[in-house]
């Protein structure tokens, strides 16, 4: 095992939090190494939407333009291989063990791993995942406008969901409880979403495009999409092995304002990351890509200070949770 290069800041992660966090420090002139493995949360969706610029673009494309921005910086390598292992050496540095068995080493680290969301264990559920079974009403609601509806869960978040998109988007929304009692059920009457309270035994389809709701005991529903979601968990473990504080149910990576985790040294941005001030991880591409810009500024004022003595301006890590 051999530590092959140096490098002002690794990020780990090319979705548009490390890709934004490795433009910015490109535009900086720092040498940075920009680690991705491809595997995009949103690789499944067909387009992405609230993205400035770009509305209707699809992932791999938005991906593919951020790589070729990052071509114009001299000072930015990128390597398609993951990061396997990170830990602090012995002068504050970083080493990162690349598959392979690699060492870099890094002033500055930047992860941006994301997340896997735990799909329901509803046979058709991973075929519709991201076209038809969808998590988030701002990303994909107005594609779905008008169309039959369905929200999946037995929980008052589940009954806001619903009566959100029964007031913004469609007018034909039920909740699926799956064999639950339902929540708040007075206010769902009183907004006009019925419940269906049967099991769900499969959701049917063809091209990721759900058509019915097959239900245990018998019955179908016709639907054209499912709002619901599912658990998320981190995708790596850097952030663990390096000591980061985690919070909230999901294990996100406790962070300040500016990307900064409990270990000096250590940003994380994106769907992985999560300031105290928030109910949950911002889990969409612009706040992904404004968290990786903010990171990138982040790394390159702390090593300017470093070098100067002078005050960053910012605060230097989040503070650990006690």
Not at 227 to 253: H, M, N, T
Not at 257 to 264: A, K, L, R, Y
Not at 273 to 289: C, D, E, H, I, L
Request: net charge negative; proline share 5%.
């Amino acid at each position: 095992m051999t530590t092959t290069d140096a490098f002002h800041a690794v990020v780990v992660g090319g979705g548009p939090g490390g890709l934004s966090a490795a433009l910015t420090l490109g535009r900086a002139g720092r040498d940075t190494l920009l680690l991705d493995t491809g595997q995009g949360r949103n690789a499944r969706a067909a387009h992405v939407q609230n993205v400035l610029g770009h509305e209707g673009k699809s992932p791999a494309d938005l991906r593919a333009a951020g790589r070729r921005e990052l071509a114009a910086y001299p000072t930015v390598t990128v390597r398609e291989v993951a990061a396997e292992a990170a830990k602090r050496a012995d002068d504050d540095t970083f080493d990162v063990t690349l598959a392979g068995g690699d060492v870099v080493r890094a002033r500055q680290l930047v992860l941006a791993t994301g997340v896997v969301d735990e799909l329901p264990e509803i046979p058709g559920v991973a075929d519709l995942w991201g076209r038809s079974f969808l998590h988030c009403p701002y990303c994909h609601g107005n594609e779905q406008r008008g169309r039959a509806l369905a929200v999946l869960g037995d929980t008052p978040h589940h009954a806001f969901l619903a009566t959100l998109l029964r007031r913004s988007y469609s007018d034909d929304v039920v909740l699926l409880t799956d064999g639950a009692e339902p929540p708040v059920p007075d206010v769902l009457a009183e907004h006009h979403v019925p419940v269906h309270e049967g099991a769900v035994a499969a959701l049917e389809g063809s091209d990721g495009q759900l058509e019915r709701v097959i239900f245990a005991g018998g019955g179908t529903l016709e639907r054209h999409a499912i709002f619901g979601g599912a658990p998320i968990r981190q995708r790596s473990d850097l952030a663990e092995q390096l000591g980061c504080a985690l919070i909230g149910g999901a294990g996100s990576v406790e962070v300040d304002d500016f990307g900064h985790t409990s270990v000096p040294g250590v940003l994380a941005v994106g769907d992985m990351a999560q300031r105290t001030s928030m109910p949950g991880p911002m889990q969409a591409v612009p706040f992904a890509s404004a968290a990786g810009m903010l990171a990138g500024v982040a790394v390159d004022r702390a090593l300017h200070a470093e070098a100067t003595g002078l005050s960053s301006g910012m605060p230097g890590a989040a503070a650990a949770r006690a």
